[in-house]
């Protein structure tokens, strides 16, 4: 019988203090693509209005991760960051993740207490703030905010798609698929291409060659 895994609690937030002290919870989606910006959300949770069955977006199917991102909008305070393709590019996708995590929580409509961010690395942030590996499967705040930043960036990257299908951004959010790789080889890249991302910058670089 396969073992069931454990769901996000609340437990880590309460350790720190809540519901007396706002902590919140951060998460980022779009590190791996090859296109389109990097989206980071913080959200903090009123823990008599916690959504069920909150859990890591990517444990979640898309109808469930739909209806559980209403919840959260419409129960929890929720702010979002992004960090753009020039900054991505120019800054490394690490540090432009980090960068939209620290927008994602100056544009919470108040202060907090303490920050819990998924991973093992932090933010300068103005508030103390806790990294934890797999947050988004052991804090619900965390959870919460993978799938408002899942939700937000796949909204954008269907926007995108509507500019230029030929990607097919509206099924793959900017992945490598093949699909995705097979049409960049056929046109070459977009302006909302990541240009210091291999596949990316390996294309230009033949550009430049045949054009020299």
């Known amino acids: 019988m396969k073992k069931e895994t454990p769901k996000p609690t609340y437990e880590l937030e309460e350790r720190l203090g809540a519901p007396s002290k706002i902590i919140c919870g951060v ?4 590190r791996g693509p090859l296109a389109g910006p990097v989206v980071a959300a913080a959200v903090i949770l009123n823990p008599a209005l916690i959504p069920h069955d909150l859990n890591d977006s990517k444990k979640l199917s898309a ?16 702010a979002y960051g992004e960090a753009s ?37 932090l933010p300068d942030f103005d508030a103390p703030a806790t990294a934890v590996v797999k947050g988004d499967q052991k804090s619900v705040s965390i959870a919460a905010a993978s799938i408002i930043a899942k939700e937000k960036r796949d909204f954008l990257m269907k926007k995108l798609h509507e500019i230029h299908p030929e990607y097919g951004w509206n099924q793959n959010s900017g992945y490598g698929t093949r699909a995705h790789l097979e049409a960049l080889n056929l046109v070459g890249p977009s302006p909302f291409h990541r240009r210091s991302f291999s596949p990316i910058r390996d294309l230009m670089t033949q550009e430049r060659l045949v054009s020299n």
């Open 27 to 30: 998460d980022e989606v779009g």
């Open 85 to 121: 393709l020039e900054e991505i590019d120019e800054l490394n996708i690490l540090h432009a993740s980090m960068l939209a995590m620290q927008r994602a929580v100056a544009n919470l409509p108040r202060k907090v207490d303490h920050i819990l961010v998924d991973g093992n690395r």
């Open 63 to 78: 109808k469930k991760r739909a209806f559980l991102n209403d919840q959260i909008l419409a129960a929890a305070e929720h």
